[in-house]
C-alpha cells in the first residue's frame, strides 16, 4: 500500500512538472541557469566590466523533475568585493561607456568607506533581481514545454511571471506574499516592495542600464 500511494504521488508530481521525454534535461539546464547567473564576464562582452552580478550560487541540481538552483541576490561578500573592485579600478571606470558604468554604480560616489553603501547594496539587488528574470526567462524561451519544471522550485518565483499584473492579482488573494516580498528584498515599505518588483519586471530604459541616478 505504502509503496502504491508513493508511486501515485510520484506519478502526479511528474504530471505537475510537465515532463515526458525531456526529464534528463532538467539537471542541464539546472546547470546552464546556475552558471549564466554569475559567470566571469569576458573582457569584450562586458566592455571592461567583469561584474555579470552579485548573485551567489551555492548550488544548481535537479530534484523531483524540477530545476532547483539555489543562490543569494546581492550576496554581502561579492557585494562587498565588487565595491572594492571599483574603488580600485575607478579610473578605468571613467574611461568606459555610460552604459556599462550605470551598471556598476554611480560614478560620483564615494568607495573610500570599508562597507558598501545602502545605495549601493540597493543597486546591486535591483539589478541582480533584473538579471535573475532574464536568465530564467531565456531559459523558458528557449525550452517553452519545460516552463512548468523550470519555475516550480525557483528561488524567487514571484520574478517569473509573465507580467506584473499576474503578480498583483496573487498578492491580492494571499496579502501574506507581500509580507515576504519585504523580508525578501530588505524593503519595510510594503508600497515600496511592489514599486521595486514593478520595476524588475517593467525597468525603464535608465533603470535598466543604470542611468536613473
Known amino acids: 500500500?505504502?509503496?502504491?500511494?508513493?508511486g501515485q504521488i510520484m506519478s502526479r508530481m511528474r504530471e505537475e512538472a510537465m515532463i515526458t521525454r525531456d526529464e534528463s534535461m532538467i539537471g542541464p539546464i539546472a546547470a546552464?541557469?546556475?552558471?549564466?547567473?554569475?559567470y566571469p564576464c569576458p573582457e569584450v562582452n562586458g566592455q571592461g566590466n567583469p561584474w555579470t552580478s552579485t548573485i551567489r550560487v551555492d548550488q544548481h541540481k535537479e530534484k523531483f523533475w524540477g530545476v532547483v538552483?539555489?543562490?543569494?541576490?546581492?550576496?554581502?561578500?561579492?557585494?562587498?568585493?565588487?565595491?572594492?573592485?571599483?574603488?580600485?579600478?575607478?579610473?578605468q571606470m571613467g574611461k568606459l561607456p555610460r552604459r556599462v558604468t550605470g551598471k556598476l554604480g554611480k560614478l560620483d560616489a564615494d568607495y573610500s568607506a570599508d562597507e558598501p553603501s545602502d545605495a549601493f547594496k540597493a543597486r546591486c539587488l535591483f539589478h541582480d533581481a533584473m538579471h535573475y528574470r532574464e536568465c530564467y526567462l531565456d531559459m523558458i524561451a528557449l525550452q517553452p514545454h519545460l516552463r512548468g519544471a523550470i519555475c516550480m522550485?525557483?528561488?524567487h518565483g514571484e520574478l517569473l511571471l509573465d507580467q506584473f499584473s499576474e503578480l498583483e492579482e496573487r498578492v491580492k488573494d494571499k496579502?501574506?506574499?507581500l509580507e515576504s516580498f519585504c523580508r525578501k528584498y530588505h524593503i519595510e515599505d510594503p508600497v515600496k516592495a511592489m514599486?521595486?518588483?514593478h520595476s524588475v519586471y517593467e525597468?525603464?530604459?535608465?533603470?535598466?542600464?543604470?542611468?536613473?541616478?
Open 1 to 6: 500500500m505504502h509503496n502504491n500511494a508513493m
Open 195 to 197: 514599486e521595486f518588483l
Open 175 to 177: 496579502p501574506e506574499y
Open 203 to 213: 525597468p525603464t530604459t535608465k533603470q535598466r542600464y543604470g542611468f536613473e541616478d
Open 153 to 155: 522550485r525557483a528561488d
Open 32 to 38: 546552464f541557469i546556475g552558471a549564466r547567473l554569475q
Open 69 to 91: 538552483v539555489y543562490c543569494n541576490l546581492a550576496d554581502p561578500d561579492l557585494v562587498r568585493e565588487k565595491w572594492v573592485w571599483i574603488r580600485e579600478n575607478k579610473e
